[in-house]
């Protein structure tokens, strides 16, 4: 079936550093990733879609120079948080779409990234 | 616009017994909808979906969910909780644009007691 990786699965950093969260599509090739964001006891929150080659779309309220998205393959997108602070702590969750039919097609999730910023 | 909400934020099941999540959706067009399942600490599952084939679709463990056009209700069921299935489930419809974003409900805990 199809699998998405994530990488790193947790990681604590300092106020200030930036973080780069990879999204990799195992088994398959992936035209269009989604990035997430999910608090604690919350549902999921869509930060931006990102499609191969071009740049990405960011949902209302997400600052794009906050959280630079790069998919640079069909296999690959990278979240950045950029100059990170304490408030940026959460679970970032990405998925891939497999197919060119948006309405039907599944789009499979990643394993998730714990984000500590102390 | 496309939007879901699920019944029920929370909902404890003996072991054995049946397992029933409400998941009533809105959308202009014909939707794709769809049941994920994440334990703690994970991604998300899928569990099944459903795309305007057969309105009882069956997915994954034992689950399954009925479209009712009628309803706008896409509810989860199972006929006998296992332990395992103690986890958050999200109701999802896709948002109908050119991206396939998808809308999750507010999801809902399952506790399995035994």
């Known amino acids: 079936g199809a699998v998405v990786s994530q990488h790193p699965s947790w990681v604590i950093c300092k106020s200030g550093t930036s973080v780069k969260i990879e999204c990799r599509s195992l088994?398959?090739?992936?035209?269009?990733m989604f990035w997430y964001r999910q608090f604690p006891k919350q549902s999921l929150m869509l930060m931006a879609t990102?499609?191969?080659?071009?740049?990405?779309?960011?949902e209302q309220g997400v600052e794009k120079d906050k959280f630079l998205i790069n998919h640079a393959s069909l296999t690959l997108s990278t979240l950045t948080v950029t100059s990170a602070h304490p408030e940026d702590s959460s679970f970032y969750i990405c998925?891939?779409?497999?197919?060119?039919?948006?309405?039907?097609?599944?789009?499979?999730f990643g394993p998730g990234t714990r984000l500590t910023v102390l | 616009a496309q939007s879901v909400t699920q019944l029920d934020s929370h909902v404890s099941v003996s072991e054995g017994t049946p397992v029933l999540l409400r998941c009533n959706y809105s959308?202009?067009?014909?939707?794709?909808l769809f049941w994920y399942v994440q334990h703690p600490n994970k991604g998300l599952q899928l569990l099944l979906k459903?795309?305007?084939?057969?309105?009882l679709v069956k997915g994954i463990n034992g689950f399954e969910a009925e479209f009712k056009k009628s309803e706008t209700s896409f509810h989860l069921t199972k006929p006998s909780a296992h332990m395992s299935d103690a986890a958050e489930y999200f109701c999802?419809?896709?948002?109908?644009?050119?991206?396939?974003?998808?809308?999750f409900g507010a999801g809902t805990q399952v506790v399995v007691t035994p």
């Open positions: 998925s891939a779409r497999e197919g060119v039919s948006s309405s039907t097609d599944t789009q499979y």
């Open positions: 088994d398959f090739q992936a035209t269009t």
């Open positions: 990102s499609n191969e080659g071009s740049k990405a779309t960011y």
């Open positions: 959308s202009s067009y014909s939707p794709s």
């Open positions: 459903y795309t305007s084939a057969a309105t």
């Open positions: 999802v419809v896709t948002i109908t644009d050119s991206w396939g974003k998808l809308q």
